[in-house]
């Protein structure tokens, strides 16, 4: 079995726990940003995932290390007053986007290929939208009241979206109508979207282009932000993992969404 130990007397050592769903891989990619957000400065940090026996909905995403109390205060608080950039150099729709606050800098571009000639599989915006608008408009909404308990709960109505989480996904068939014609805007889970925009970055997924679907993996025991880059996309012997894998679906005639996830031996024998 992987085990890594924080040193007791060299750091702060608290934990921070926070409720997801697992099979919402929006709420995957938004813990996956919680990594990377507590990591920033090469602060010591571990996390895990722990699931609850006879609940596949529930499991808890655990940070631990040198975790203030009021880190995702702070953190959402950074986010929600960050300045970003995006290059001109390329089409709106896809600019990349250099996202800063104090010292630290984060470059996305998780929605174009490796070659960034073209958009990637897991791109879901389309339409008028561009990553400016994205950041603009979700940013400011982000809740710095947010607990560990709520912090995936809480929406706001917008219809800007990364298109992560599978429950701000809407089609004319179920509405009874278009959103997007009648100007209307939809529940969005803003820290989600923000959040996995993060991690999709280091976290990115290998996506399966025949078939649109996705691998991720829920790792069972502490890791420090190198290793857990990797272990979410890849299964490893030794480690504790849960496999999951989801589908991007299509909502209305052009935009896109992450669905839902399923157990990746189910996912295979349904194929």
Same mark, same amino acid.
């Given at each position: ?170 089609? =004319? ?23 996995? =925009? ?29 290793? =857990? ?34 157990? =990746? ?7």
């Amino acid at each position: 079995m992987v085990r890594f130990r924080l040193k007791k007397g060299t750091v702060p050592v608290s934990e921070l726990r926070i409720q997801l769903d697992p099979l919402n891989p929006g709420q995957f990619y938004a813990c996956c940003g919680l990594v990377e957000l507590a990591g920033l400065g090469d602060r010591p940090v571990v996390s895990r995932f722990e699931s609850e026996p006879g609940r596949p909905r529930v499991s808890w995403f655990c940070l631990r290390g040198d975790v203030s109390r009021d880190f995702l205060t702070k953190s959402l608080g950074r986010l929600r007053r960050a300045e970003f950039w995006c290059d001109d150099k390329f089409e709106a729709s896809i600019s990349p986007t250099i996202l800063t606050f104090g010292e630290h800098v984060f470059e996305l571009d998780w929605w174009l290929t490796d070659f960034r000639d073209k958009p990637s599989p897991i791109k879901c915006w389309a339409g008028q939208v561009t990553t400016r608008k994205l950041f603009e408009e979700l940013l400011v909404l982000l809740d710095e009241s947010s607990t560990g308990s709520n912090l995936f709960q809480k929406s706001q109505l917008t219809k800007s979206k990364f298109g992560v989480d599978p429950r701000a996904a809407w089609n =004319a068939r179920d509405c009874g109508y278009s959103p997007n014609e009648h100007g209307v805007d939809s529940a969005t889970f803003t820290a989600v979207e923000v959040l996995a =925009a993060l991690g999709l970055q280091t976290f990115r997924p290998a996506v399966q282009c025949r078939t649109r679907t996705v691998r991720y993996h829920l790792w069972n025991a502490d890791l420090p932000v190198c290793l =857990a880059r990797t272990a979410s996309g890849t299964p490893w012997d030794g480690l504790p993992q849960r496999a999951l894998q989801f589908s991007i679906g299509s909502r209305g005639q052009s935009y896109k969404y992450f669905k839902f996830g399923q157990a =990746a031996k189910e996912a295979r024998e349904r194929a």
